[in-house]
């Protein structure tokens, strides 16, 4: 049996962790670049230079002509003026050229063919002088032999190629491409394509962080995965750090691993540091095997993401003598509270989006298992080590993860969710590439109450009035009395339980969730489907608390499908599209209205008019149709208006 | 003969030309990505979806320990308190796991390892009860099956390789690549790397425009040089519809030829634009031929390089279903007037630096021919075509084309240029390869003045005074006099004539430069070298007027080597580094002191540290001094200060 294991770890900042790394690789002569290779000048795009590149020849290499026109000696034509014009016969030293034509011997300037005047087939009339060497484009006027083209550790642009082939440079010398193992452990690791079983995990880490590599300018090397056994490790890691420049260990996802992972380092070379004060991304390891950085990564994905950022992106681009690039970032207003634990400096994904005059940051999943909480983020927030966190409403800066033009024309959704908007979200980009639609799944209510805090353009919401059997009105107005608002319809749709395909346990509606032995699993407070759930449970007279799992929530339909297909609940209530994509059997419940609350003042900006537009289109209502459990008759009308 | 050209061409807003060829583009159905491909997911980084990703199945696809610990089912653990602790024997429902493992049957909830005490073997000790699924990573935790994992249209990021293989999706649908075939024309133009002789013009466009079309996605298709004659274009160009999506056609560099090149597109298709109202770039030919877009490119590198930024760029984006990309900007401050003609959107290189709290931009040439001006620039500054040009000190955007942090990390020196200037950038990037130099070539007088206006860390200064025969110090006692700085020397080097190989003339000295038949080329007024002429002419009694080509100004001594081994003058006032590097004969004349001059404002800033650093390695004096003609005694060393 293990022990506790964190008492084993440090706690080092992560740049008191880097510079210790960086620091022991300067001393044992590391962190220099390796030998350069000579690559042809046209292919090098992207390569970076390993020493000064100096012109071997001029360009032009010759004086040549600068127009279409003729080229003189400028002394045949002083004098000439429009009161005197001066005619000159072609002859050697007036001769007709084109751009780009080497100079005539005894020429030295040229007289552009819109200033000439022929009056013979080979006799011309000018009416001004030639000054000397006017439109000639001397030799060297663009490069002249010798001088330096581009400095060493320079990343080569396009026009650096140019550069290059201009000034004779057809060969030019750049580092090599730093080579990074990656080696991914874990008896439980599986390629990507197989078919799975319960425990397997896919192998997917090392084609990410391959990836990142790529992206730096590096070459990744992907090694085979490594079972959990010392000799195979250890065969893999030395044989690793003798092909590779920097060796990275992905520890797969048992969290004891990377003791292992860590005793091997040590016991072929030296372990700086296990354990940083960040999160994710804490269990890292540094350290050193005959002569070369051996990084070990935590398993789940956000964290060896950020790990490969954090030391492995400033070792690569040391081998290429040059310096990460600064990220692009942005001020914006924390959408909600954001507690921190002191001491670890925390990475928060959020979504980004542009309402009003603020950009508006919402933070999304922050487990460190969830891939697509970097797929879906906009930016990263970095919570200082010394902080608790940020209150709502306080202004952050943000590292984008995606062009803030492009952060500005989404359209920011925030409320309760529906498979309609995944179908909207994604014509809308087909229509319209430069814009977008982000979702942030919070509720009915809390959609709402985004509205009133200004940190959406619109919310999706089916909030159903007890009284009067209306859907949202009486919210709105409750919630929003003092706000020109619009509510436009998106669907109708079939809300029902979903249950396991066949319903072995024979669940006929809400009644029997009841029933000893139903396992039922609920959506979040404030959501629509649970204000549904508890109208229709007030009606029965039943008592939520004689329901098994009331309290477990998930925030999506999807979420709760999930738990359904998974064999974890027997019963949820959600929509049938969510049944069908997972295969599950659906007991209707109800119909219900899924209306769009736009606040008046974006209803004419383009942030509502693009969806309006795509509302229109048959593809639209055709593909969600085909969800099923949808109605469309009213889809992109008008419900209900209030002050506009 | 030809005519006068001009009026056969628009003079539409870049803009509008742009429309007219999509609204053109548009309604004959070409404005749509190609027949998607599909490419392994963990391949595609880069690529961009040609459809949306759906999750084929969950990750977790099995409820999962999120935690190493023991997997409970929780009813047992109900009523577990630190006043009375509960004891549970291992069994099937309270089984040791690892994080990753799946959940047993019967069990749903994780009690970490730090929390349970084992009392014997197979028996453990806890203090508080498991709540129902607290550290299980339930099915689909990250990715549902079936939800949207990547919309359409969507550039695929390191992140997003990861999001697909967790939902098992291992092949991806993209757009292909969009082909652009480059068809350089002209007689005149020969490969890299040919022996070149008088009237050749290397062809490196193809190579510029290839690696540009790369960098933005597409497949750039190199044809050989075609020339000049009617069949082969025609060929070529049929050819080249066939084969690819969009067609360059480079149109070498004789401003006539593309009348022949529009002739063509309109024989073989529709000519839609012929002229735009840009400088550089005028002579754009818009044009479709067979159903694809035929963009005629002018020859010159700067020209040819807008046109594929303002018309090819749009359309590579467009084939890929994406628009381009918003260029990052920066305000700045312009350091001199910049005028520009009326009616023409004039694009001008500059140069960028940050000095004090401004960063202050500077123009580089104008011309269409030097590529190096593309090379050297930092940005790219548009004046509107209802625009006259920018006064000195207006504040514009300007389009970055070197990061800005990059640019605030730049030692901005302004002022005489000398060859030691090159090496100190140099090797002041190898040391600081997030930090750089960057040199305007004003002369010594200008430098000065640039430091009077606040626009530089230091100036480049070789003033003689003719009183004193002293070097700099009047000059900035009299002209900085109110100003703290200080004089750093950085060489003396050597000044003479640069004269032909074996000095065919027998020129030996200044007296020389007033006979019948030498062509002398000056230097700009301001520059030392300039000011060190007048002083001696002076003393000899030589009147300027006098010396053929007096008048005849370089900003460069390497300019002025340059233009004496072309042959186009037979002497230079200038320095033996740049005879030795064009391979001259050299005839001194004078040695003088090269100082920099340095506010002190700046003198304890990394701005300067940096240089003062690199100046006092070994390897920078010995590779200053093999260029030939330095003396470096007194390098790094202060030889005047005032008010510091």
Redesign the interface.
Known sequence: ??????VYLDDRPWEAALAGLLEHLEAIGYLVPGVPEEVP??DA?GRVTAE?VFAR????????S???GIAVDSSLTFGASEASPKQIRLGPRAQ?V?????MPPGC?AVIM??DVH?VEDDLFEITSAAA??QHV??????????????????RI???????M??G?V?GVKVYPRPRVALLPTGT?LVQ??TD?K?????E??T??????V??WGGEPLRWPITEDNWDSLQNSLLHAVEQADIVVINA?????REDYTAQLIRELGTVLTHGAAIKPGKPVILGEVKGKPVIGVP?Y?VSA?LVMELFVQPLVYKKL???P??P?TTEAIISRKMPSPMGVEEFVRVKLGQVGEKIIATPISR?A????S??RADGMLRIPRLSEGYRAGETVTVELMR?L?EVRQTTVVIGSHDMAL?VL??HL??KF??A?LASANVGSLGGLAAIKRGECHCAGTHLLDEDTGEYNISYVQRLLGDRPVILLNLVYRQQGLLVAKGNPLNIKGLADLAREGIRFINRQRGAGTRILLDYRLKQLGIQPDSIY?YN?EEY?H??V???V??G?ADAGLGILAAAN??GLDFVPVVEERYDLCIPGEYWDTPYIKRLLEVLATPEFKRQVTALGGYDLRNCGEIMYRQGI
């Open positions: 049996m293990r022990n506790k294991r964190d000048a046209e795009l000064p020849h001029s360009s032009p290499h010759y004086n040549a600068a127009m279409d007709v084109d751009t780009g034509d080497p030295d063919i819109e022929f000397p060497w484009r001397a030799i060297g006027e663009d490069v002249v032999a010798t001088e330096m083209i581009l400095p060493a550790n320079h642009r396009p026009m650096d190629i140019g550069g082939l201009a004779g057809t439980e990507p394509g799975l319960p425990g397997d995990i896919v997917y880490n084609r990410v962080l391959g990836a990142m790529r992206s797969g996802s048992s969290a004891g398993g994905p993401y003598g040059l310096v690039p600064a692009a487990g298992g969830v891939i697509m970097l797929v062009p033009a995944d979200a994604n980009r087909r590439p430069d977008g799992g477990r999506t999807m979420a499908a999930a738990a297909a998974s974890s994509a997972l």
